[in-house]
T-cell receptor
Framework: GAVVSQHPSRVICKSGTSVKIECRSL??????MFWYRQFPKKSLMLMAT?????????EQGVEKDKFLINHASLTLSTLTVTSAHPEDSSFYIC???????????FGPGTRLTVT | QKEVEQNSGPLSVPEGAIASLNCTYS??????FFWYRQYSGKSPELIMS????GDKEDGRFTAQLNKASQYVSLLIRDSQPSDSATYLC???????????FGKGTRLHILP
């Protein structure tokens, strides 16, 4: 199956700082990647769709200036949480879909804790 | 509003029995359907995809699709304790890149 990696797996940062999370498709090219957030015992929530070479499409209620997404190549998308606050503490998961299918393959996730 | 509905559970099934997980969706023209498994603290893992009416089998898993009833199900035969997880139903409506996830059903296999 398709493999997606994420880095880092865990990060602790201070309030007000920024954190960058990388998502890579390791064995396929992905023109589209997705970023999700999941709070403990809650549903998966789509934050944005990342498009290679163009601007990301954000879901309603997600601040694009706070959650910066860059999809610079067909195998890499990054999510930067800017000016992080404790309420941004969550499990951030990316996914990617090989171009010929709508199946999404998820990275292992990044657990962000903002102190 | 495109929706995917699942019973949140928990669904408790004895080890060795068949676990049956159900899902309904609202967008009649949806084309692609997926089942993901998510262990606590982990990211979702794709276990089955189905695109046509009928059954699709893969090992102990069988996905069933009935587009007329807008219903998708997942059967797990010979349930094992390692099958205890949350199962997410997902639907790709109208060929959009996005897929819509249900809230998931927690499955607990009793040893």
């Amino acid at each position: 199956g398709a493999v997606v990696s994420q880095h880092p797996s865990r990060v602790i940062c201070k309030s007000g700082t920024s954190v960058k999370i990388e998502c890579r498709s390791l064995d396929f090219q992905a023109t589209t990647m997705f970023w999700y957030r999941q709070f403990p015992k809650k549903s998966l929530m789509l934050m944005a769709t990342s498009n290679e070479g163009s601007k990301a499409t954000y879901e309603q209620g997600v601040e694009k200036d706070k959650f910066l997404i860059n999809h610079a190549s067909l195998t890499l998308s990054t999510l930067t949480v800017t000016s992080a606050h404790p309420e941004d503490s969550s499990f951030y998961i990316c996914s990617a879909a090989p171009g010929h299918t709508y199946e999404q393959y998820f990275g292992p996730g990044t657990r962000l804790t903002v102190t | 509003q495109k929706e995917v509905e699942q019973n949140s559970g928990p669904l408790s099934v004895p080890e060795g029995a068949i676990a049956s997980l159900n899902c309904t969706y609202s967008d009649r023209v949806s084309q692609s359907f997926f089942w993901y498994r998510q262990y606590s603290g982990k990211s979702p893992e794709l276990i089955m995809s189905i695109y046509s009416n009928g059954d699709k089998e893969d090992g102990r898993f069988t996905a069933q699709l009935n587009k007329a009833s807008q219903y998708v199900s997942l059967l797990i035969r010979d349930s094992q304790p390692s099958d205890s997880a949350t199962y997410l139903c997902a639907v790709n409506p109208r060929g959009d890149d996005k897929i819509i996830f249900g809230k998931g059903t927690r499955l607990h296999i009793l040893p």
